[in-house]
């Protein structure tokens, strides 16, 4: 009885350290991610606060150059006033005492107007040194929280992936289900390589395109034919904009796969590449394509993306070939390339010391293919190029180990070429 107790107490216990620690690991993540928000509304205002500081600037400088204009043309008028009355003094006999009066009072006057004036443009210079020194500070203050944030999302990203990765080990041990840390690690790096784009890319470009609008903006009234060559320009810079976030967008997830399938959205890929002079690829579709769930589709392409990358990173050639095939029972992909290959021992060696660790996009690819039920095999050999083959059931009340005992006779040719 004593051991049963004994026996549920454990039980209860794993259970409550298991939910404390999911909340604990939850917890952390939040803060992180609040702590990143926070940043990121201290850039905001600030780059706001610069914009202001800046137009404030601008204005200020004008009003000081209108001042110094008015201060020198007092200081001209003093001295002709000043001439005039040593003049008017010095010829009693010429002039009245009320004309000699009148000499004084305009020289006292000038220079009653020219002092109001030179303390006005002392004021202009202390406030534009203030300014100046504001604007300053407050450039230090977007660029430090700017880096900050990136570091933020990159410490967030590699312990998101490294806490994900504990979270998903202790669901396997209860539900038996496991999430792979390298998928996770993935999709972090992902989002941290496309927030990298998008701020070295399109966030640059428009932030230069807001500054060369403002400048035809001011132009136009000045002279309009520059203005009109500017705003010429300025849309050109539009159109290379649009195309980079297009780019993006299209990396991200391209919207031919959902429009019109994994083929196409294939295709799309290898003429991609090949306008962008990465690599150049052939395809081949052999049998009726079979409409597939978008999850499916999604997996499909993301291996095929990836072994293509792989390819470009690590293959030392520009060529490669892909090609699918289709029957009743099963699709079958191989992405092939003749470049330098790699020993098959040495990696498998290499990813047991390292577990895992420098091979996520292998991980990746396979990880990918076990979750839609597919099998991945992947061959090379230094020097005779590299070879993934993927096979996917497409008969639902086939299991997967049913599935790979079916190899049809042209499946066999496509791995054989």
Do not use: W
């Amino acid at each position: 009885m004593a051991e049963a107790d004994n026996t549920a107490e454990g039980t209860s216990l794993d259970q409550l350290s298991e939910h404390s620690l999911n909340e604990i690991l939850r917890d952390i993540i939040k803060s992180i991610e609040n702590s990143k928000s926070q940043v990121f509304d201290i850039y905001e205002a600030a780059r706001t606060e610069v914009e202001e500081s800046k137009k404030n600037l601008e204005e200020i400088k004008a009003q000081t150059q209108q001042t110094i204009t008015v201060v020198d043309e007092l200081e001209r008028q003093e001295q002709r006033e000043k001439q005039n009355l040593v003049r008017v003094s010095s010829n009693f006999a010429d002039y009245s005492e009320e004309r000699i009066k009148k000499s004084y009072e305009l020289v006292k006057d000038v220079q009653i107007r020219l002092g109001v004036a030179r303390e006005k443009e002392r004021q202009l210079r202390q406030q534009l040194d203030r300014f100046e020194i504001r604007l300053y500070n407050l450039q230090k203050t977007v660029l430090g929280a700017e880096r900050l944030a990136m570091r933020i999302s990159s410490v967030l990203g590699y312990l998101g992936s490294q806490l994900s990765d504990v979270v998903a080990q202790m669901e396997a041990a209860t539900k038996n289900r496991f999430l792979s840390a390298a998928i996770i690690k993935a999709q972090e790096d992902e989002r941290f390589r496309v927030s990298r784009e998008i701020h070295d890319g399109p966030a640059q470009d428009v932030a230069n395109l807001l500054f060369q609008a403002s400048i035809c903006e001011r132009m136009i009234d000045i002279d309009p034919d520059e203005a009109k060559r500017n705003l010429q320009e300025l849309r050109q810079q539009l159109k290379g904009c649009l195309t980079d976030i297009r780019q993006i967008i299209f990396d991200m997830r391209p919207m031919s796969l959902d429009d019109l399938g994994l083929v196409p959205a294939v295709k799309q890929l290898l003429t991609k590449l090949r306008e962008r002079g990465i690599l150049e690829a052939t395809f081949s579709l052999e049998g009726p394509e079979v409409p597939l769930p978008k999850h499916v589709e999604a997996a499909l392409f993301r291996i095929v993306q990836e072994a293509l990358n792989n390819v470009e990173r690590h293959a030392d050639t520009k060529k490669a070939a892909v090609r699918m095939l289709f029957t009743e029972a099963s699709l079958a992909i191989l992405i092939s390339d003749e470049g330098t290959g790699f020993d098959m021992d040495e990696m498998e060696a290499e990813r047991q010391e390292t577990e895992g660790n420098g091979h996520f996009g292998l991980m990746g690819m396979t990880e990918r293919a076990n979750i839609i039920g597919a099998q991945l095999n992947v061959t090379s050999a230094k020097g005779k190029g590299t070879k993934v083959h993927l096979k996917l059931s497409l008969k639902p009340q086939e299991a997967p180990e049913q599935a790979a005992a079916v190899k049809p006779a042209a499946e066999s040719r496509m791995t054989e070429g």
